[in-house]
């Protein structure tokens, strides 16, 4: 519920003053965003994370659960298949 969600923000607040570009803070900080419904700030935080951190298949998978989930099917393809490449 909310509460869930509060305690989830304060954490995360704290989390991105410690470190503010850790993919992990960031898709975490996304998937809040998508969970609130602001997919859009959830996909271009992912975005920038992506840009950032084009080999963390975490970032990928993320991008690519919020690209299906907004419809665009095709850009949600390339960042599973983009996953699959990563070594």
Known sequence: GEN???AARGDLDKASREAPRDPRVLVARA??????????????LME???RESPK??????TCGRLW?????RARALEELQAVVALD
């Open 56 to 61: 963390d298949a975490e970032v990928r998978l």
């Open 4 to 6: 869930r969600l509060d």
């Open 31 to 44: 998937e809040l965003l998508a969970a609130e419904g602001q997919e859009r700030a959830a996909l271009e």
């Open 68 to 72: 299906a989930r907004a419809g665009e």
């Open 48 to 50: 920038e994370a992506r």
